[in-house]
């Protein structure tokens, strides 16, 4: 194995680890090296992050007498490991799409793979850091010297990582030989990529919701530990016990069982199954439905558009996260119920449902985005003998319709969560539906307006007109505008207005600016589009 060719693979596939991210260090100017130093600091800092504000946590728990807490941290940072692992093996081995490139050149196979499982795992290895702390704390308060903690505490962690990286390994190619995922490819790398935000942002709400809830006296309670991570646990408060050595023993054993086939039953049959897979993209054609109107075949090329899975990752991250992150807050670490509230309330909900709108829909969404998706296409339709105006309505409902069943269903189990009454949920809903039509109308003349075919990457579209700044100040905007004006609404209900003259002059105020909004579209867009 030459080392130099190695370290150098190792640079390469850095760069296929987050695509997006990778590209954002580009438009900054960097190159070559510095690119790659840019994205290995990144992981750095992500470690170091990890590192201080679990660690901060960690270190106030007796882990030796709480293995309920033991597993429940293992299997937190095992869920953001494992969804880490899914998305990055994806890209490096699939996204990257250069195995058959290393053909010609004078490189070995174990050279390349090795490069790409190292470049994985330098990746993985910064979210699992805080392991190290839980395990060196479970070792040392169980009176172990801080010498054979140390040491205890790096073998199981290697031992631990390689578990996780070699299963995720496993399931993912594994997953995909199989004749569904080469079906489906673009709807299971979603599914994938949708995964790895999920589990994180989950971990991170997990970590708050048990601040909230534990109690770090001498005499705290555990919660019901997790059998399967248990051994980890008997290794390091025990580890010199019948017992300890056997389960120490039962892990190194696993651990060489599951390389073996990662060995044995998946590097050797890699190439060729990326050979088998390039001839099947070359000579697989789209089928296409006989007898289907134009309509209708338009519809579906508008939903194929949607299909890209960095689209829908870029999408999910950008413009989904705030809203879950504080909307699972408020569920998780202040639990309240409003079943109590009357119906003086509906305007007050209605208008709660246009904010939560405006929060979920950004510059970054789908419906934000749709007419920039066709790219070359785009001018090819324009020579057809069809009308734009009818294309564009068309296109826009497809990516409202999406929109709202999005923030629709996020605010329905806001309400479920929150034990909203039938009618207050009936008003709030009513709200996101409708503030989410009116700004989809807005975005979607915005992307018209500043429309670009020509883009490589899709965080280009997102940053289009005010750039990174003005998304975070639309949405922390509009969450401080929303709060202010729900307050004062609430105020106003409570101050015994009669509710028929207050939510009917609201609604009036809000059928006017309504009304005008569109009146303001139709005639600078729509109209100029038929004209």
Known sequence: MNSGIIKRLIAVNMLYVNPSSTNQIRKKGRKG?????????????????????????????????????????????????????????????FESKDLQDYLPLPIKRGEVFIAKFLAVGMTIVPFLLPLLILFFLTAFKSG??????????????????????????????GMTKTKLFRQHKKLFTSLM???????????????????????????????????????????????????????????????????????????PSLYEQFSDEGSRTVATKRKRKSNQSLKKQLASYNHQLLKNPNLIMQVLTSSLIMPIVMVATMVTTNPVSLATLGTKFMGVFFVCGIVFAFIT????????????????????????????????????????RIQMGISGVMGVLLALALHFPIALLLTFTAGILWGTYLLSLYFFSRDYRLLNLTW????????????????????????????????????????????????????????????????????????????
């Open 193 to 267: 990529l949708g995964f790895s935000m999920v589990v994180s942002v989950g971990g991170i709400l997990a970590i708050n919701f048990t601040q909230n809830s534990m109690d770090h006296s001498a005499g705290a309670a555990d919660r019901g530990s997790l059998a399967i991570f248990m051994p980890f646990y008997q290794v390091m408060r025990e580890p010199f016990t019948a017992k300890g050595i056997l389960t120490f023993l039962a892990l190194l054993a696993l651990t060489g069982l599951l390389l073996l086939a990662l060995r044995f039953f998946v590097v």
């Open 33 to 93: 090296k510095q690119v790659i130093r840019s994205i290995i600091q990144q992981y750095l800092l992500s470690g170091v992050i990890f590192l201080v504000i679990y660690g901060a946590t960690m270190i106030l728990i007796d882990f030796a007498k709480l293995p309920g807490y033991f597993t429940y941290y293992m299997a937190l940072f095992a869920l953001i490991g494992f969804s880490q692992s899914l998305s990055t093996i994806f890209n490096v081995f």
């Open 361 to 400: 829909l950004n510059q970054t969404s789908f419906v934000s985005n749709l007419i920039s998706l066709d790219r070359e296409n785009f001018f090819f339709i324009q020579s057809l003998p069809l009308s734009l105006e009818k294309y564009l309505r068309q296109k826009f409902w497809v990516g409202c």
């Open 144 to 173: 172990y010297s801080i010498i054979f903690a140390v040491i205890g505490a790096i073998l199981l962690f290697l031992i631990f990582f390689i578990l996780l990286f070699s299963l995720c390994s496993l399931i993912v190619f």
């Open 456 to 531: 490589t990457n899709i965080s280009q579209l997102f940053t289009r007109g005010v750039g990174n700044y003005g998304l975070m100040l639309w949405m922390f905007g509009t969450m401080i505008v929303g709060a202010i004006l729900i307050a004062l609404y609430v105020v106003a209900v409570l101050m015994n207005i009669h509710p028929v003259l207050l939510n009917g002059g609201v609604m009036i105020w809000l059928a006017i600016l309504s009304g005008g909004w569109l009146w303001i579209n139709h005639s600078n867009f729509w109209k100029k589009l038929s004209s």
